[in-house]
């Protein structure tokens, strides 16, 4: 069965290790090397949480994933807004957004499971 955050952060680390390398080339290590890290740890944490012991573990390491989707989104909006990465970057801006929303929903509802489903419940 697909898991849809394993497949999309594992397509987002790609599209960040070719970013990484694009900027290498141009000789810009500090920001990138920050983007690498924090972009190809999210899908790294998401496979930890899926082998989790226990949802507290689980939860712990998709929290971390989401931390992480976080500081990715600074370092490309950062890249974007100083001109130090020549490529149009929206398209990554626009899936590190979209790993944010998903890792939100997913770390509510499993931190709160019976509030989520109160609350799925009410609106139903």
């Known amino acids: ?10 397509a987002f680390s790609l599209k960040i290790i070719s970013l990484y390398r694009e900027l290498a080339e141009k000789k810009e290590f500090i920001v990138s090397k920050q983007l690498l890290r924090s972009g190809t740890s999210i899908g790294a944490n998401i496979e930890e949480a899926l082998a989790g012991q226990s949802r507290k573990d689980f939860h712990a390491k998709l929290t ?3 931390k992480e989707a976080k500081e ?4 490309l909006r950062l890249l974007r ?3 130090l990465a020549g490529s149009n970057l929206s398209s990554h801006l ?8 998903i890792l939100n929903a997913i770390t509510r509802k499993t ?6 489903a109160q609350l799925k419940a009410s609106n139903s």
């Open 1 to 10: 069965m697909p898991n849809i955050i394993r497949e999309k952060s594992y």
């Open 64 to 66: 971390i994933a989401f």
């Open 72 to 75: 990715t989104n600074y370092w």
């Open 81 to 83: 807004d100083s001109g």
């Open 94 to 101: 626009q899936d590190s957004d979209e790993l944010i929303r």
């Open 111 to 116: 931190k709160y499971p019976k509030v989520s």
